[in-house]
């Protein structure tokens, strides 16, 4: 069974929902492409209206749909409603802006007139991830139907309930038939989409795995996409930060969603000089979490989203300690029912260790010592993913010198603070490609068409 509910926090299976057969596929596409033929015609103020309606309800609907999101994916309660109130503010964002992102632009040629106007392009396929279930979807929805796209969306198979309570959402908001629609889609159907001619472009945040897979066969069809594929972020910590602040970044930035974010601090580089103030204060920040429900507002430390991603987590510590890597905190399974591991942090890993150039997808930080800033900026480079990192100094000039020279898709100075609708989100390298959010996500899915007014005679 592709979708099932299972509770992370004790593993039981709540409920499944079985793949849509053939028929139920051509019928939601089918509606879906029509729905485009007349929602790209509508005025912005039209489609604002549906989409503002749908952030009303997430506020209205916050209680439910966090818990909702909780029971599925294991996210502590208060991260929960953080990620609806900040779905909300997405689609919000799109229904205010969406007519001055898209507005034509005029151009000056040396002769005639000229503007590049924008327009929608079609049916556009999203595949989501589970880790942010209502988030990734209304980062996909605020720009893309605001631009009068419509949506066909295959969800991680672990949140179905929530997959269906966000399309529920749009339908009491208004939306036409067809406009976003949720699929229960197996692997092969999957496939079939990505073939299918109605289908305009493709947008994923997954796996590296997954987003070559799926961008090889956009590729092959000759379907513009955009990849989010996760990252290693590194988070820099130079001489002269300042650690009260610090400290409690690093433990939001590596644990926040159980440290289960593409753009979480996951490499933890410190010069040498302040490396055992760091690591002393680090480790028992870290190990002061506590684990229980994440239903209880008290709970500290939620459990990882499955059983599976768990095992896969720790046999990655296991294989670093293996290989050579100093386990300085944790890498244990907690004694208790549900998928909870304790906070980790590993140190000495040597190149060669496959914990140099994965990603940990959970409680698990690494530490380097490094000598000074240069060998941090190397370190933070030496890296297959660019997706985000930080930068920690009381000197802004120089926290703005390092961030420039740390390749990837994002840089933090002396914050970690990335959840704002108005921000383009999106690495490079392994990272994948392409934006999300801010002014840059509205456009990945439009044709930008060049319209000259020039009344001259031909050349002769």
């Known amino acids: 069974m592709t979708y099932q509910t299972f509770s992370p926090f004790d593993g039981t299976l709540i409920q499944d929902f079985a793949d849509i057969s053939p028929h139920e596929y051509e ?32 506020r209205d609907q916050t209680d439910a749909l966090a818990a909702t999101m909780t029971l599925e994916m294991g996210k502590r309660i208060g991260e929960a409603r953080a990620e609806v109130a900040f779905s909300a503010r997405i689609l919000d964002y799109y229904a205010t802006n969406a007519e001055r992102f898209l507005a034509p632009v005029k151009l000056h ?48 198979g672990i949140v179905p309930q929530c997959a269906l309570a966000f399309e529920r959402v749009l339908r009491e908001a208004g939306a036409p038939d067809g406009l976003y629609t949720n699929l229960f889609v197996s692997h092969e159907q999957s496939e079939k989409l990505l073939d299918d001619p109605r289908i305009k472009g493709v947008c994923l945040t997954g796996s590296v795995a997954a987003g070559s897979s799926i961008a090889a066969r956009a590729g092959k069809n000759l379907k513009v996409s955009s990849m989010e594929l996760g990252g290693s972020d590194a988070f820099i910590v130079l001489e002269d930060a300042d650690l009260d602040l610090v400290i409690p970044w690093a433990v939001w930035g590596r644990m926040y969603n159980c440290g289960q974010t593409c753009c979480a601090a996951k490499r933890f580089i410190v010069v040498e000089s ?15 979490l506590e684990a229980g429900d994440p239903m209880d507002e008290r709970t500290t430390l939620g459990p990882l989203s499955s059983e599976a991603a ?21 890498g244990n399974r907690i004694a208790r029912p549900g998928a909870f591991m304790e906070p980790s942090i590993l140190t000495d890993i040597a190149p060669d260790n496959p914990a140099f150039r994965d990603e940990f997808f959970g409680p698990v930080a690494l530490f380097f010592r490094v000598k000074d800033e240069a060998t941090a900026i190397a370190l933070a480079n030496d890296c297959d993913f660019g997706l985000g990192g930080s930068v920690w100094t009381r000197d802004s000039a120089r926290g703005q010198r390092v961030a420039s020279q740390v390749d990837t898709g994002m840089m933090f100075i002396n914050n970690l603070d ?8 999106g690495g490079i390298k ?3 490609y392409g934006r999300e959010l801010g002014d840059m996500g509205i456009q990945q899915f439009v044709n930008k068409k060049l319209v000259r007014t020039n009344p001259i005679k031909a050349p002769a």
């Open 310 to 330: 768990l095992v896969q987590l720790l046999g990655q510590v296991d294989e670093a300690v293996a290989k050579g890597a100093t386990l300085l905190l944790g």
């Open 430 to 432: 392994a990272s994948g």
């Open 109 to 156: 040629p040396v002769h005639g007139e000229a503007h590049m106007e924008s327009s929608p392009i079609g049916v556009i396929f999203a595949v989501e991830p589970w880790n942010f279930p209502y988030y990734q979807l209304a980062r996909v929805a605020g720009p893309h139907l605001m631009a009068g796209n419509t949506l066909v969306v295959k969800h991680a």
């Open 27 to 58: 019928t939601k596409v089918a509606r879906a492409q029509a729905c485009f033929e007349s929602w790209r015609h509508k005025s912005y103020a039209e489609r604002a209206t549906v989409i503002a309606r749908a952030a009303t309800l997430l």
């Open 274 to 288: 302040m490396a055992d103030a760091f690591i002393e204060r680090f480790k028992a920040a870290l190990g002061a």
């Open 418 to 425: 990335w959840t704002d609708a108005e921000l383009p989100f």
